[in-house]
């Protein structure tokens, strides 16, 4: 359904896509996950025709999205990480308002959108002016504007961001439905775990390049075999850094004060290793353990370092 190949995307001297591939196929739920930053919104605008591109290929069921924008519109909807201001105007008028865009009229139209109220759980909010709306319910009315004109693949730039647990929630169970009907949607968000519920497949981006592709089981593995151990010392930090950096499990040492952050690839047995080294080299450690973070975290922290 969507191909992206190649793609940059260049402001000024800043390289914001880096030569970022991926495909989608028909029906996945496509997880885009990447710190802020990573250049998420700017792949998306240019997938859904909003923004240049500096070189690349993007491909929507086989239509040339960079070249036939007007062809291609109809198969995209793009919900923005943002929603406007809209003084005066009720729930109901809004839909109406993005179906004359699309020149859906009369009772196709009434029916497209209390089906799309429906679907979102804001059919008893018509008749409210939108401003008065909830963060998670104008989300959730972002998403229907969206969806007016039935589009193939969905593009949601962050729809879950400042929400709380119970509107994160219904988003999740809305999503749900759009997987059910078929649709074939990209997600963007930097919070991992959130999308590992939901995506049947997940792109990692990190300083616009793709830094790990692929369905949702293969990426947890690969994140879950790295962990990060964060240690305290009296004292003797620059010993303790070089004996670490001799370590070839450890794929990064990250000293501050008197702690250190270690990111190693490996279990247990590794983790023993590291700490009997300290020991007999008489570091004084005060304290050495594992770091509960979120995997995504985890995984952000890795890649980003790798890098420098
Ligand atoms: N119009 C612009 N001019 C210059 N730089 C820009 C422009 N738009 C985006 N950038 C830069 O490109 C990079 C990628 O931005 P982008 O908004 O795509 O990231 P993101 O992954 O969506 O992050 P976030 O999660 O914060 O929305 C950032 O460093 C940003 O500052």
Not at 160 to 188: C, H, N, Q, W, Y
Request: proline content about 3%.
């Amino acid at each position: 359904m969507l191909k992206v190949n190649n793609l940059y995307k260049k402001f000024g001297k800043f390289t914001a896509v880096d030569n970022l591939t991926f495909h989608v196929p028909e029906g996945e739920i496509f997880g885009f996950v990447g710190p802020n930053g990573a250049g998420k919104t700017t792949t998306m605008k240019i997938v859904a025709g909003l923004l240049k591109e500096t070189s690349g290929q993007v491909y929507v069921n086989e239509i040339d999205a960079l070249k036939d924008h007007r062809k291609v519109k109809e198969y995209i909807g793009y919900m923005p990480d943002f929603f406007g201001v809209y003084d005066n105007l009720k729930v109901s008028e809004y839909l109406d308002f993005y179906a004359s865009i699309y020149e859906i009229y009369g009772k196709e139209k009434d029916k497209i959108c209390d089906d799309l109220l429906e679907l979102v759980d804001l059919s008893n909010k018509k008749g409210e002016y939108v401003d008065s709306l909830s963060r998670g319910m104008k989300q959730r009315l972002c998403l229907a504007r969206s969806l007016i004109h039935n589009p193939k693949l969905l593009i949601l730039d962050e729809p879950a961001s400042g929400m709380d647990p119970r509107a994160r929630f219904e988003m999740k169970e809305i999503l749900k439905s759009l997987r059910d009907m078929g649709k074939t949607v990209i997600i963007s968000s930097h919070i991992l775990s959130e999308l590992s519920e939901i995506c049947t497949s997940i792109g990692i981006i990190d300083k616009g390049k793709m830094v790990a592709n692929g369905k949702v089981e293969d990426i947890m593995m690969k994140l879950q075999s790295n962990k990060i151990i964060k240690m305290k010392m009296i004292n003797r930090v620059e010993e303790a850094v070089r004996l670490l950096q001799e370590i070839p499990e450890i794929t990064n040492v990250a000293p501050s004060g008197n702690s250190i952050e270690i990111a190693i690839n490996g279990g247990d047995v590794e983790m023993q290793n590291i700490l009997k080294k300290l020991i007999m080299n008489e570091i004084p450690l005060v304290s050495f353990g594992e770091e509960s973070r979120k995997l995504e975290d985890v995984f952000m922290k890795v890649t980003e370092r790798s890098e420098e």
